[in-house]
T-cell receptor, first 112, second 109 residues
């Protein structure tokens, strides 16, 4: 079976720092997603990509950049980390269209 | 307003009791999916259920797309069922998925 791997698992950054989160999948899925999960809230879509080199903004794209240089990988950059920010960033992949999603185990971010 | 409404927000059960979780959507949707998340854990797909009823062990999901709702029924709950259950809908046209805020389930002995 396939796997979707997120690195790092934990990330502590400083205010104003640029931070990059990585996601790799070997399902050969076309579409990949980045979501942010805050305590007590659902997941909010930051960016998604339907194929290599494609980028689509989600509802929460401000303050983030993303890159899909290969079909198997999708990275997310926090352009300027906000102090006291604490959230989990979840990467997911799917075949696209009407198909189910598989999630990575998440990157937990803390900004001090 | 919120496109995906989940209820209840939280639920406390005694082991052996049944649980019924609801998800209502304010817009039309292509499909929906139920996820389970243990505290601090990743999201695990429970059901991908575009329509109809699906069962897996003690879990049953029923989706009625025309009525924009889905339910997740857990029978004979166990302590290990504790966690957060999230539903997500896929917009027509695909790709954009919206999540509910989840139902936090606690099953006690």
């Amino acid at each position: 079976g396939g796997i979707i791997t997120q690195t790092p698992k934990f990330l502590i950054g400083q205010e104003g720092q640029k931070l990059t989160l990585k996601c790799q999948q070997n399902f050969n899925h076309d579409t990949m997603y980045w979501y942010r999960q805050d305590s007590g809230k659902g997941l909010r879509l930051i960016y998604y990509s339907i194929t290599e080199n494609d980028l689509q903004k989600g509802d929460l794209s401000e303050g983030y950049d993303a890159s899909r240089e290969k079909k198997s990988s999708f990275s997310l950059t926090v352009t300027s980390a906000q102090k006291n920010e604490m959230a989990v960033f979840l990467c997911a992949s799917s075949m696209g269209g009407d198909s189910d999603y598989t999630f990575g185990s998440g990157t937990r971010l803390l900004v001090i | 307003g919120q496109q995906v409404q989940q209820s209840p927000t939280s639920l406390v059960l005694q082991e052996g009791e049944n649980a019924e979780l609801q998800c209502n959507f304010s817009t039309s949707l292509n499909s929906m999916q139920w996820f389970y998340q243990r505290p601090g854990g990743s999201l695990i797909s429970v059901f991908y259920n575009p329509s109809g009823t699906k069962q897996s062990g003690r879990l049953t999901s029923t989706t009625v797309i025309k009525e924009r709702r889905s339910s997740l029924h857990i029978s004979s709950s166990q302590i290990t069922d504790s966690g957060t259950y999230l539903c997500a809908m896929e917009h027509p046209g695909g790709y954009k998925v919206v999540f509910g805020s989840g139902t936090r389930l606690l099953v006690s002995p």
